[in-house]
């Protein structure tokens, strides 16, 4: 992909750095500022998301499986005049960190890639401190479910069809690994949606949800990004983001050692009447 100069391999633009915080946290998640912040970029290689972070005044590590992103990052900090840590890993073992290290993990869509979101869950929740912020970005289980092309229905519209199991017989610890989820046929929309040769895996909401919270984080806000356009050409990747909503942004923060204790000690309260 960063061969082929895909825009997910994109060094950041000046525009975007004119005002870097406001281009990577619009809604305002981060509080306003994050100045001397350490923040982790876990799975988030390719020359942008690290410069737009540093420039607003936080100290980055990046963390990112593939060598070629990760130069894209290099290239970027030198050109921009950035300090920026490269580290070359896995989402899923992030052994080489120093635990409680981080004020921030911010996480752009790639779970999808590892069989078990726990798995990660467990490691950034190591990794972040207590009271630190975790922004990730996921695929919408539904959309891993579903056609990339419609079929007309009788009255004209579109009509998306449900194609995989939600249940993968990996999906709980009781039935085995998860299994991926078949490719797609070859079309423009499956290509923006799902990484051509990848191989990827659907987590129910319980498991992006429940195991989230039951990782250490308390879940602070959750975002549906808007892809949908009312006049999207038929068939498009805008038209079908208005039935399937493609992806899910979280905000959670990470409980420390008090808050919880108490959550697990705490008793519910039962009115009588």
């Known amino acids: 992909m960063?061969?082929?100069g895909s825009p997910l391999c994109q060094i950041v633009s000046d525009e975007e750095l004119a005002n870097p915080l406001q281009t990577?946290?619009?809604?305002?998640?981060?509080?306003g500022d994050i100045s001397g912040k350490k923040v982790l970029c876990l799975a988030a290689g390719g020359g942008r998301q690290?410069?737009?972070?540093?420039?607003?005044?936080?100290?980055v590590t990046v963390v990112d499986l593939s060598p070629a992103m990760l130069e894209q990052d290099r290239i970027a900090a030198r050109q921009r005049g950035h300090q920026v840590e490269l580290i070359e890993g896995s989402m899923d073992d992030l052994s080489m960190l120093p635990a409680g290290?981080?004020?921030?993990?911010?996480?752009?869509?790639?779970?999808?890639?590892?069989p078990s979101v726990m798995v990660v869950y467990a490691q950034v929740a190591r990794v972040i401190r207590g009271g630190g912020i975790y922004i990730s970005q996921h695929k919408s289980p539904v959309s891993l479910q579903t056609s990339t092309q419609p079929r007309a229905a009788a009255n004209g519209s579109p009509r998306y069809t449900v194609e995989h199991a939600y249940y993968r017989n990996g999906s709980s610890s009781k039935s085995g690994p998860n299994t991926p989820v078949p490719p797609?046929?070859?079309?423009?929309v499956a290509a923006?949606?799902?990484?051509p040769g990848a191989v990827e895996f659907l987590h129910r909401w319980e498991e992006l949800i429940g195991g989230m919270c039951r990782s250490g984080f308390v879940i602070e806000e959750l975002a549906?990004?808007?892809?949908?356009?009312?006049d999207a050409e038929p068939g498009s990747f805008a038209e079908r983001a208005r039935f399937i909503p493609p992806y899910v942004r979280i905000k959670a923060r990470r409980r420390n050692d008090q808050t919880a204790t108490a959550a697990t000690t705490q008793r519910l309260w039962i009115p009588e009447n």
Request: charged share 15%; aromatic share 8%; net charge neutral.
């Open 224 to 230: 549906e990004p808007m892809h949908a356009k009312p």
């Open 2 to 4: 960063t061969a082929a």
């Open 192 to 195: 923006r949606l799902r990484e």
């Open 101 to 114: 290290g981080f004020d921030i993990v911010i996480h752009p869509v790639s779970t999808c890639y590892v």
């Open 50 to 59: 690290s410069c737009l972070y540093a420039a607003a005044g936080a100290r």
């Open 184 to 188: 797609p046929a070859a079309n423009p």
């Open 24 to 31: 990577v946290d619009a809604a305002g998640w981060l509080g």
